[in-house]
């Protein structure tokens, strides 16, 4: 089983930037779809973005299309997440997922997709 470590989170002012990378462990990291979900404090996980696994094919949470762009470079094993003109609502702890299955990563349901790592805080400050 694929395992994964986020990082790159911080506290940014709003209108910044920051990317967040997702490394994982294993020979099969290109055998999987790769998504970002995010949760606040009192709120469901949501979907952010999905990428397939061969990078060809992304999808966006209409929350964050023209923000954000998701990226992977499977020579590096590594998923990214772009993030440009950050907003207070974008605060979150920021989860990046696996599955062998695109259609699960954007189409859920989340809690039943096969990996996730442990998170790193996205704090957006007005």
Not at 5 to 27: F, H, I, N, P, T
Not at 57 to 75: C, E, L, M
Request: contains cysteine.
């Amino acid at each position: 089983q694929v395992q994964l470590v986020e990082s790159g989170g911080g506290l940014v002012q709003a209108g910044g930037s920051l990317r967040l990378s997702c490394a994982a462990s294993g020979r099969t990291f290109s055998g999987y779809a790769m998504g970002w979900f995010r949760q606040a404090p009192g709120k469901e996980r949501e979907f952010v973005a999905a990428i397939s696994s061969t990078g060809s094919v992304q999808y966006y949470a209409d929350s964050v299309k023209g923000r954000f762009t998701i990226s992977r470079d499977n020579a590096k094993n590594t998923v990214y997440l772009q993030m440009n003109t950050l907003k207070p609502e974008d605060t979150a702890v920021y989860y990046c997922a696996a599955d062998h299955r695109l259609q699960t990563v954007v189409g859920g349901p989340y809690r039943s997709l096969e990996v996730w790592g442990q998170g790193t805080l996205v704090t957006v400050s007005s």
